[in-house]
């Protein structure tokens, strides 16, 4: 491999919707060098890669910025961070107002007031949402993007960030990253566990596919705490498309029902795993299928719907053109998805700061991979970007330090030219993958099992886990490609140990479905604390913390 080292003051690990609104606020900085590196390309990558239909999180007119706050303590059965949602939450309508400045079409009334939908939404036309992050992100000056290069590991001494290994995925080039700080604004994980879909219909899951935990994987890696990885999320979707039901739910206030057409939501509870809960309950006793009831809905709402899909799920509006059938004539059947580790939904990710900065000095996390407040969604994500950005630039100008400029790389550019040139093993990709999702799906309370799970099950996922990342040495990669999709199963499997040693920590159930425990199947007042991990000398530490409630505000000491 050709070897290529680069420094910069500010190295931005993923072109993701944090990392493009970092990238825009860091542009106002023209005294500061800032480098972006994408694995695809930050056009259309990440979970805004084909668009949104509406803003999820803004502050609309009668509503309060501590109603965002306890919405969100509501539905995370009180594990979050207070303090990290305040201080997101009132950048909201800030950075929406940016983006609408950038082209966003953003739907208005005829008096000129945003088009909402509930008490938290406001309806866009989202579908060149990420291009036109991208195209803002390519206009600022200092900032240099290289698109096509997997970031896999972080350079740290000494607690301290200094940059990051790669690869380009298309050619045999090794990268080595030199930096006065990190953000990183990777994606969560999807993959772990079996998905909805199988065989060539695999990709048609909720979440993105190609956000394989990689920023996860190289801060557990690193030695940075983690928090809150029991709390998995799952969606539900409506079913074989896998497209969102909120658009349903809320557009034409379809409510979930029975093959018997009893309506069962209220009977669990509204929050977004109690809705999950009693859909999975429902059919496990018997009266399945379940529903959206959209059956006799009017021709104007049922248009409206078929464009909503259009903006961001267009095999949803495919599947009820092609059966001659929409959704006025029959309800739409719903199911749960595989679980997934993400925090723009739920609260797990790096243990960060105020300033999201980790507990490795100089390393920033924004977006899905930040910790400790969920419900971000587009905006979420976005005012992370920019509070990770502004607290760079203080920390890099305060930091009387260079990046190391020696070359260190040599160790990391073997490791990848071994896959390279080593040659074809019995054991493929594939099978290691599909080994991964069965021993999650089966012991580690995947869909199959109605998502839940016990400590002894728990405890064989462990050990079968780790006896699969000691396979990853007897991989063989052809070409540039292959060797990414062996660093994306490590980062998956380093991602699954962690939700299992999480899982196990968090004797209590306090989300149905996100972390079903049958041993404890109740909640406890005992369990209102965070639990966090450590990688020491190869071991995962579980650390227990005490919450931040409000008026509190957090600030590592250890």
Same mark, same amino acid.
């Given at each position: 491999?050709?070897?290529?080292?680069?420094?910069?003051?500010?190295?931005? /690990?993923?072109?993701?919707?944090?990392?493009?609104?970092?990238?825009?606020?860091?542009?106002?900085?023209?005294?500061?060098? /800032?480098?972006?590196?994408?694995?695809?390309?930050?056009?259309?990558?990440?979970?805004?890669?084909?668009?949104?239909?509406?803003?999820?999180?803004?502050?609309?007119?009668?509503?309060?910025?501590?109603?965002?706050?306890?919405?969100?303590?509501?539905?995370?059965?009180?594990?979050?961070?207070?303090?990290? !949602?305040?201080?997101?939450?009132?950048?909201?309508?800030?950075?929406?107002?940016?983006?609408?400045?950038?082209?966003?079409?953003?739907?208005?009334?005829?008096?000129?007031?945003?088009?909402?939908?509930?008490?938290?939404?406001?309806?866009?036309?989202?579908?060149?949402?990420?291009?036109?992050?991208?195209?803002?992100?390519?206009?600022?000056?200092?900032?240099?993007?290289?698109?096509?290069?997997?970031?896999?590991?972080?350079?740290?001494?000494?607690?301290?960030?200094?940059?990051a290994y790669g690869f380009d995925v298309n050619?045999?080039?090794?990268?080595?990253?030199?930096?006065?700080?990190?953000?990183?604004?990777?994606?969560?994980?999807?993959?772990?566990?079996?998905?909805?879909?199988?065989?060539?219909?695999?990709?048609?899951?909720?979440?993105?596919?190609?956000?394989?935990?990689?920023?996860?994987?190289?801060?557990?890696?690193?030695?940075?705490?983690?928090?809150?990885?029991? $709390?998995?999320?799952?969606?539900?979707?409506?079913?074989?498309?896998?497209?969102?039901?909120?658009?349903?739910?809320?557009?034409?206030?379809?409510?979930?029902?029975?093959?018997?057409?009893?309506?069962?939501?209220?009977?669990?509870?509204?929050?977004?795993?109690?809705?999950?809960?009693?859909?999975?309950?429902?059919?496990?006793?018997?009266?399945?299928?379940?529903?959206?009831?959209?059956?006799?809905?009017?021709?104007?709402?049922?248009?409206?719907?078929?464009?909503?899909?259009?903006?961001?799920?267009?095999?949803?509006?495919?599947?009820?053109?092609?059966?001659?059938?929409?959704?006025?004539?029959?309800?739409?059947?719903?199911?749960?998805?595989?679980?997934?580790?993400?925090?723009?939904?739920?609260?797990?990710?790096?243990?960060?700061?105020?300033?999201?900065?980790?507990?490795?000095?100089?390393?920033?996390?924004?977006?899905?991979?930040?910790?400790?407040?969920?419900?971000?969604?587009?905006?979420?994500? $976005?005012?992370?970007?920019?509070?990770?950005?502004?607290?760079?630039?203080?920390?890099?100008?305060?930091?009387?330090y260079s990046p190391i400029k020696e070359k260190n790389g040599e160790k990391?550019?073997?490791?990848?030219?071994?896959?390279?040139?080593?040659?074809?093993?019995?054991?493929? !990709?594939?099978?290691?993958?599909?080994? $991964?999702?069965?021993?999650?799906?089966?012991?580690?309370?995947?869909?199959?099992?109605?998502?839940?799970?016990?400590?002894?099950?728990?405890?064989?996922?462990?050990?079968?886990?780790?006896?699969?990342?000691?396979?990853?040495?007897?991989?063989?990669?052809?070409?540039?490609?292959?060797?990414?999709?062996?660093?994306?199963?490590?980062?998956?499997?380093?991602?699954?140990?962690?939700?299992?040693?999480?899982?196990?920590?968090?004797?209590?159930?306090?989300?149905?479905?996100?972390?079903?425990?049958?041993?404890?199947?109740?909640?406890?007042?005992?369990?209102?604390?965070?639990?966090?991990?450590?990688?020491?000398?190869?071991?995962?530490?579980?650390?227990?913390?005490?919450?931040?409630?409000?008026?509190?505000?957090?600030?590592?000491?250890?």
């Open positions: 491999m050709k070897t290529r080292i680069m420094e910069t003051d500010v190295l931005i /690990v993923g072109g993701g919707t944090a990392g493009c609104f970092a990238g825009i606020t860091l542009g106002k900085q023209e005294d500061v060098k /800032v480098l972006m590196v994408e694995k695809a390309n930050i056009k259309r990558s990440g979970c805004l890669a084909a668009g949104v239909n509406a803003i999820n999180a803004y502050i609309i007119e009668g509503q309060t910025m501590q109603d965002y706050i306890n919405y969100c303590k509501k539905d995370a059965e009180g594990i979050v961070r207070e303090d990290l !949602i305040q201080n997101m939450s009132e950048r909201f309508n800030h950075v929406t107002k940016v983006l609408e400045d950038l082209g966003l079409v953003i739907l208005k009334d005829e008096n000129g007031k945003y088009v909402t939908r509930g008490k938290r939404n406001i309806k866009i036309n989202g579908e060149n949402i990420k291009p036109i992050l991208a195209e803002a992100v390519n206009r600022q000056k200092n900032v240099d993007v290289i698109n096509h290069v997997n970031v896999t590991d972080f350079i740290v001494k000494d607690g301290r960030i200094q940059g050619h045999p080039i090794f990268y080595e990253f030199h930096a006065k700080a990190v953000l990183v604004a990777t994606g969560g994980a999807a993959g772990l566990y079996r998905p909805n879909n199988p065989g060539f219909s695999r990709h048609k899951m909720w979440y993105c596919p190609f956000n394989t935990g990689a920023g996860y994987a190289m801060g557990i890696l690193a030695g940075a705490e983690m928090t809150t990885f029991e $709390m998995r999320f799952v969606a539900l979707r409506c079913k074989d498309t896998i497209a969102p039901v909120g658009t349903i739910a809320q557009g034409v206030g379809a409510k979930q029902c029975n093959g018997q057409g009893e309506f069962y939501g209220e009977k669990y509870g509204m929050a977004t795993s109690q809705r999950i809960y009693g859909t999975v309950t429902e059919n496990r006793e018997g009266r399945g299928p379940c529903y959206l009831g959209t059956k006799g809905i009017s021709p104007e709402q049922e248009d409206a719907l078929y464009k909503a899909y259009l903006n961001m799920s267009p095999s949803q509006t495919l599947k009820w053109l092609e059966t001659g059938k929409g959704p006025s004539a029959y309800n739409v059947e719903i199911e749960g998805t595989e679980p997934y580790i993400v925090g723009g939904h739920s609260a797990c990710g790096y243990w960060v700061d105020q300033k999201r900065e980790t507990t490795i000095s100089g390393l920033f996390a924004a977006g899905d991979v930040a910790g400790g407040c969920p419900l971000k969604y587009v905006t979420g994500a $976005m005012a992370e970007g920019e509070i990770a950005a502004e607290a760079l630039v203080d920390y890099i100008k305060k930091v009387n990391k550019k073997k490791e990848y030219e071994d896959y390279l040139t080593r040659g074809k093993n019995l054991l493929t !990709i594939e099978q290691v993958e599909e080994s $991964m999702q069965k021993i999650m799906e089966q012991y580690a309370g995947g869909k199959s099992t109605d998502y839940r799970y016990s400590e002894n099950c728990l405890i064989l996922a462990e050990k079968k886990i780790l006896k699969l990342l000691e396979t990853l040495q007897f991989l063989a990669a052809e070409d540039m490609d292959d060797l990414l999709r062996i660093y994306e199963i490590r980062e998956r499997l380093i991602v699954c140990r962690t939700v299992i040693a999480h899982l196990l920590a968090r004797k209590e159930t306090r989300w149905h479905i996100f972390a079903e425990n049958i041993d404890y199947p109740y909640k406890s007042d005992q369990w209102l604390k965070y639990v966090n991990s450590r990688l020491e000398d190869g071991e995962l530490k579980i650390v227990f913390r005490d919450l931040v409630t409000g008026g509190q505000v957090y600030e590592h000491k250890n």
